[in-house]
């Protein structure tokens, strides 16, 4: 290694570590949509576990599909938006690698959790999967709180770990199990999406 490449490794090491140029604005909204577009979701099919929603014809249906359709359709706005501002640099490839992996590792779980539960017929295996969702978005924000030392991100980790248990504890009660995930992915996406969102871009 010559001693320019020392230094340019070195240069983005700091970068990374103190994310001088900040984190992406659009990921902020992207994650702060899902968090609004999914909790409403589950909080609806709490709804539909107590009969407050029907569970059949086209409101089931909205229910069903309608958060999925208005995320994609805001995240690729968001995308093409981005994309054309050229917004770039080391804590935001860094940032969007994490929650990319994490993204994967999400299907890589579904595929698992699913097949078995299509396998055994069973409802109570496929509910253990958004309990899986939450503690890897708490490993997500673990790992960026262990590279950007922002001191709100453990306490997020800790909130998708605390409500992936807590999820998990009340499988088989259907409004109370909804009610905790549609809360967590309220309160754990969209504050801190908004947080991020914001023009100081989630320093702090």
Known sequence: MTPDEARDDLAYLRALVQGVEGFPRGFGQAYSAAGICYGVQFLLH???????????????????VGPTVVFLALLAWI???????G???????????????????????????GSVALRQHSLTIWLIFPCIIMVFQGAAWLVAYVL?????????????FAAGIAAALFIGQPAAYLTVCGLAFL????APGVALARPARGRG
Do not use: C, K
Request: aromatic share 8%; charged share 15%.
């Open 79 to 85: 995308t093409v938006r981005d994309r054309s501002e």
């Open 187 to 190: 309160v754990l996406m969209l």
């Open 148 to 160: 950007w030392r922002r001191a709100w991100f453990a306490p997020v980790a800790a909130g998708w």
């Open 87 to 113: 917004i770039a640099g080391v804590a935001s490839r860094a940032i969007r690698a994490v929650f990319s992996a994490i993204g994967m590792a999400n299907l890589a779980a579904a595929a698992v959790v």
């Open 46 to 64: 709490g709804a539909q576990a107590v009969g407050w929603a029907p569970d059949a014809g086209a409101v089931a249906l909205v229910i069903g």
